[in-house]
C-alpha cells in the first residue's frame, strides 16, 4: 500500500533534516519546524540545530545525541513520543509539553526568554539532570497546578534585576507544584518571584531569606526561603 501524500512529505522533510544534521553539523528551520511522526526517528548527533522560534514536536523518537537544539518555541511530547536527552541540550523560549517519555540522562535543559513569550508553560511530570530557567524581562514560568518537576543535577533559576523578576506559579492559583532538587544537586538561584511550590520532597531552596536572594516569598510554599538558624534551633528543640 503506498504511503499517503502527507507522509510522504513527513518523510522526505526527516531526511532532508537528518541529512543537514548529520552532514554539516549545524542546520536552521524555517517554516515548518520538526515534526517526528509516529514511528519515525530523528537524532541530533553532535549536530547544532536552530528552528528559529519555530516548533518541535515528537510523536516518535526524538534523541538529542551530544548535539544542541535552540530557538524552541514550543517543545510538545506527544502520548506516543520519546524524548531522549542523552548528553545534548535543548533551549526553548515558549512552552514544554510533555505528555510521552522524557528520558533526561545527563541532558541540560533551559527555558529561556525569546520568541515573543512573556510566559513559558510546562505541562506534565518530568525528571531533569541539569534544568535552567531565566529572564531579564521578568518572564512568568507557569507550571502545570498537581505535576512533579524533579532535577537530579543542577538547578538553575534567575531573574532580571530590579523589576524583571522570575515568576514562578501554579496553572491553578492556590493548589501546588511538586519542585524538587535531589542531593547533592547544586542550585542557582537569585531574583525569583515564587508562590505554590512545594520543595519538600527535596532539597531546602534559596536557604535563608527572601531578600537574600533578591527575591519575593509570594506564599504557599515548602522549603523555600527557611532560615537557617531557625532551622538549627528547630532540629535541637525537637531532639531535646
Known sequence: MSLSLNKRKERARLRLAMYFAFTFQCIT???AGISVGNGAAFDVGTGLVDVNCLDVETAGQFSLGGGMVSGVNLLSIESTGELN????GLRFAGDWWNAGTFNAAQSSISMQDGCGTSESLMLGDNGFYNFSAST???KTFTIEAGSEQDFANELSLQGGLPNHRLK????????VVQFNLAAPGVQQINAVDVKDNDASAGQLLAPGTPAAYASVDAGNNQNWFAIISDLLFKDSFESN
Open 168 to 175: 514562578i506559579r501554579s496553572s491553578v492559583n492556590g493548589q
Open 136 to 138: 531579564s524581562t521578568g
Open 85 to 88: 536527552g542523552d548528553t545534548g
Open 29 to 31: 528551520a524555517y517554516g
